[in-house]
């Protein structure tokens, strides 16, 4: 079909370069590596994206869907490199991005009756190849309880209590476990949160949220004081949000290592 | 430009009616009732549409935006039936259908401090208007909060709690005023939400919830109790959905009147 | 732990039965039969309810998550009946109900180029089991071109043309395969989506729309016709929505088999 | 209630100051300037956030929410700067961010009937106000027609075209209108949106993106263009995102002014 004109190709004077163009909100079923089980099949949505130089008009949409497919009906985690260096090859680019996003599962035991159940979580990589180094950035989001210290501290009984969103994102060398960061944030707050819980088990998380208040400042002081003893993390961002029981809006908390 | 050919009013040949066709996701500043205030000014989404008989190829979709366009800048709740029947007459229709959804505020007072905020709502009426007669179905939607009774009595201290969505849609005539329902979903839970509370009220919400523990079912029958006081409600839904504390997934309760 | 005390087993005096009672928004990995491939890995969200007799304060929400755990850590979408069955008994229930809802991928060829990609769809299942007899409900969505025959009549050249999503809900015995109605809808509109176009599959989809224009309300009785020819469908529900590519809002068409 | 304790005032011994801490997603009846008609009524999404230094447990949440009702039932957009104060003065913070999102509306005629629609955009603030200054970023979003010029050369009829997202973010002093840049947006894709059109004006819009076809990197580098033409924005970012009518995925282009 070398006879169809490449618009994409035509020149262009406007002077100006494109940061970033490409595909988003592509889903694809996605493979990764596991601790526990060595791989797990999950679905992922995926962005692919390059720099334009001011003098090219556009990028070939279609190349970025033959790097992927060129991974077969599956990709795994740890061919994000390789997907980098041929997405910038394919597209005679000299910076490539990965975005990419999707639930894992990591199976846990209710701290009383010993009862296994799946928890999901939610990974996402931002990749972005330039032409000396590869920066990556992981985000792992886990949901926790979180008991307010001060609804406690000034109650006869009880204390109101929610669930709470905790993101960490980092770039590490060498990289990190999901599992790692994901311990860390459930060791943060007042509580962890279980898939399947006996009376037994509620017994035990309800007693154990009361015992250990915490506000969304605490968590996110209580993770990075954590993460800060990883000498291969060197930078993090921490964001905390509580879907407040008592309000209809949230509350939230950041801290970022700079 | 009545040379334009009509391809809308082309005959069918597929003997096919059509149920509902129409426009959906139009945003539009509404202005309503309001109990206490007289008016309220806020933001709705609103669907419009019409059956088709089978031997019409296409609605014309413009004429949903002009029946509106005519209420001028401003849309009021009370001219519904109105609506309904200007969408009819300009579509040579049938039956009309219209679907609105808009966030509704109170000014609503802290238990203690007396101190007040705004609380936001969720309202939607379905309003269908066919040869006979008109029907609509109001939705309301409040969040609240609930207190785990299995928590509170298994555990030495403490209780799980979290905040609760609770959706009631109904069929009534004459119409109850949406502050009626609130007031009834928000007294059926284990505890009602605040935009804003100091300390002291803070500890009277806490305690209060603790004193009044309620499952999701709790809810959703000290709702349907309270509304089948209402002679005048012919027809009504309950759904409560809980965002638990100690899981990631959420609970849910539905009792509909038959 | 059997001296914990069962709040969920209290007496209920308040003479309303639950209609639906149980969980929501729980993720789960999932294998669903595919026809060309024999299996395929996805993930999925799922909701798990029983009714409850007007004599029973509560329901035992973990046990909904043991039913599913014991399927272990994968689910198959023909253990639908099973899983019924189990939470029916696990519950002590005289219905169970089970939403399940995940995405699905399909190598689909381009038109001349023959390069393959992968499709996502969306498939969901609504299904309830009572004394007598389960009832199973199927949804399929997959996104089309549209492009607007009048847009098309009228103007000297060019039509606006957008994507649209197509949601298919039908009751059939036997169980038609998802491939089948996803070819039915993909043939009822201008044209057909794809994950890799090159430049001659791109000249030939662009032209193929422009000959197939088709409205919403097309799209909805193309589909309706063909469905009509399967004597093992009970009833369907065709839903048609357009993202206008002139209007921000969208246009809709639905026609239900009665 | 000044005997109840104040964890919040508590000293902290982790030594991490948080960045931002504060309240998500609060509604909010909101009043604009509108540059037409004076003032215009909508509905917001509200974040209120400070600093909080290393030596304090908690902030104290209730306060933002004492600020935001200090404004009266409605929120004007030009109370931004004595908001900020208000907020760091009331929570005794170096630091104060506001973020506001909510839809905007503008009449908008039809182009050859000249009949009138509201065409809805959104609109959103991004301001912190540290000792020192006030930093404010405003957001805009649009939505236009873009029509793939590649698609349209290599066809020999017709062309895919779809609705497409344009967000521009800028700081300008003085700042510009909500309707400069809007009008800027509308005038770099194939065409603009419109609430109301009737055949006439649909032959002129599908004729009209015929002859502008653009390509995601167009409309980027077209508003890039015109934006660089104001010497009071000092920083600028464009995002387009088109929801491709032949693709299930989204094609994406952002430039950033350095």
Redesign the interface.
């Known amino acids: 079909?070398s006879n169809?004109?490449?618009?994409?190709n035509e020149p262009?004077n406007?002077q100006?370069?494109?940061?970033?163009?490409?595909?988003?909100?592509?889903?694809?079923?996605l493979v990764v590596l596991d601790k526990n089980n060595g791989i797990?099949?999950?679905?992922a949505e995926l962005?692919l994206?390059v720099d334009?130089p001011r003098h090219y008009?556009?990028?070939h949409?279609?190349r970025f869907?033959?790097v992927l497919?060129d991974e077969g009906?599956v990709f795994h985690i740890d061919s994000i490199p390789r997907l980098l260096s041929a997405i910038r090859k394919r597209l005679n680019a000299r910076t490539a991005h990965l975005e990419v996003t999707f639930?894992y599962?990591i199976?846990k035991i209710a701290p009383?009756?010993g009862?296994?159940?799946?928890?999901?979580y939610e990974i996402r990589f931002d990749a972005t190849q330039s032409e000396r180094k590869i920066d990556i950035i992981m985000w792992i989001t886990a949901?926790v309880?979180t008991?307010?210290?001060?609804?406690k501290?000034?109650?006869?009984?009880?204390?109101?209590?929610?669930?709470g969103k905790v993101t960490v994102s980092l770039r590490s060398s060498p990289q990190v476990w999901f599992e790692e960061v994901i311990e860390i944030i459930e060791q943060s707050a007042s509580?962890s949160?279980?898939?399947?819980?006996?009376?037994?088990d509620?017994?035990y998380?309800?007693?154990y949220?009361?015992e250990h208040p915490a506000?969304?400042?605490?968590v996110?002081?209580?993770v990075?004081?954590k993460l800060n003893e990883f000498s291969n993390i060197a930078w993090y961002k921490v964001e905390v949000?509580n879907?407040?029981?008592?309000?209809?809006?949230?509350?939230?908390?950041?801290?970022?290592k700079k």
Chains 1, 2, 3, 4 share one sequence.
């Not at 169809?4 to 994409?8: F, G, H, N, P, T």
């Not at 100006?16 to 079923?29: R, T």
């Not at 008991?147 to 609804?151: G, H, R, V």
């Open positions: 079909m169809l004109c490449d618009k994409q262009d406007r100006i370069d494109i940061d970033k163009v490409g595909v988003k909100g592509v889903k694809y079923p797990q099949n999950t679905v962005g994206f334009l008009r556009g990028t949409m279609s869907l033959e497919n009906n639930p599962f199976k009383v009756s009862r296994a159940g799946l928890m999901d949901w309880t008991l307010c210290p001060c609804s501290a000034i109650s006869r009984y009880g204390a109101h209590n929610q669930r509580g949160l279980y898939s399947l819980l006996k009376r037994e509620e017994k998380v309800t007693e949220s009361y506000f969304v400042e605490d996110a002081r209580n990075a004081v949000e879907a407040e029981s008592i309000h209809h809006h949230n509350v939230y908390a950041c801290i970022e």
